[in-house]
């Protein structure tokens, strides 16, 4: 991933975090909360997509399935 990309994605994920604590601390539900930081990360991932996680996430797959078929 790009640094100028990686930087972004970090700046936003303190966004998130910096905006769920004050959620918390004017007094949300903890699952409203959770639900926040969740849909936050998924839009995060939408908009900045990690590709490098997203390949290691498919060869994992891809490792387990040819596994469980060789099994």
Same mark, same amino acid.
């Given at each position: 991933?790009?640094?100028?990309?990686?930087?972004?994605?970090?700046?936003?994920?303190?966004?998130?975090?910096?905006?769920?604590?004050?959620?918390?601390?004017?007094?949300?539900?903890?699952?409203?909360?959770?639900?926040?930081?969740? =849909?936050?990360? =998924?839009?995060?991932?939408?908009?900045?997509?990690?590709?490098?996680?997203?390949?290691?996430?498919?060869?994992?797959?891809?490792?387990?399935?040819?596994?469980?078929?060789?099994?």
């Amino acid at each position: 991933m790009e640094a100028g990309k990686r930087q972004k994605r970090v700046e936003a994920l303190e966004a998130i975090k910096n905006e769920a604590l004050r959620r918390a601390r004017e007094g949300s539900d903890s699952y409203e909360v959770r639900d926040f930081v969740t =849909q936050a990360k =998924q839009e995060l991932a939408y908009e900045l997509p990690d590709e490098d996680a997203f390949t290691k996430a498919m060869n994992a797959v891809l490792k387990y399935k040819e596994k469980k078929a060789n099994s």
